[in-house]
């Protein structure tokens, strides 16, 4: 009989064996830095090397993109020190989780900062946000241009 492929199975955390929650630990450990070395990583985890590498290309964390929201905005800044510190902390405070920041080089006294944001963690909401932001002296206009 011919196999067609995987099957795959979204399972909640509780049920599953404890062998597999190990195996994405020590995974997390390793991707992070904090051990070196699988043997490093198992041990700390308390699972053997052999069912790590049993199952390490078998289970993966499922992230719910409709849950984890990316947004990017679009800011007009005038060029000052502490602009862009005062947005990120407006960010910070706000709880959107920020995943990158490109600034291009100032040209007549005014920059544009892009800014791409996890904001399913947003407690008050987008508006409040923006409206956080764009009040902010320095700065000049914020606009969501994706998400």
């Known amino acids: ?26 995974k997390e450990l390793l991707e992070t ?7 490093d990583a198992a041990n700390q985890v308390g ?7 049993k199952y390490r290309d078998a289970i993966r964390v499922f992230y719910d993109t409709s849950v984890s929201r990316i947004m990017t905005f679009h800011v007009l ?17 706000s ?6 920041i490109n600034q291009s080089i100032p ?6 900062v892009t ?3 996890e904001t399913h963690s947003i407690a008050d909401g987008i508006d409040s946000l923006l409206a956080a ?6 700065v000049i206009r914020i606009e969501v241009i994706a998400g």
């Open 107 to 112: 040209v007549n006294g005014r920059a544009v």
């Open 115 to 117: 800014i791409s944001a």
């Open 1 to 26: 009989m011919e196999q067609l492929g995987n099957k795959y199975y979204l399972v909640e955390e509780g049920a599953m064996p404890p062998v597999l929650l190990r195996v994405l630990e020590a």
């Open 33 to 39: 830095g904090q051990c070196a070395t699988v043997a």
């Open 77 to 93: 800044l005038r060029n000052k020190p502490g602009i862009l510190s005062s947005v990120l902390a407006i960010f910070a405070n």
């Open 95 to 100: 709880g959107a989780n920020i995943l990158t």
């Open 47 to 53: 699972l053997s090397r052999s069912a790590f590498y």
């Open 133 to 138: 932001v764009q009040s902010q002296s320095g």
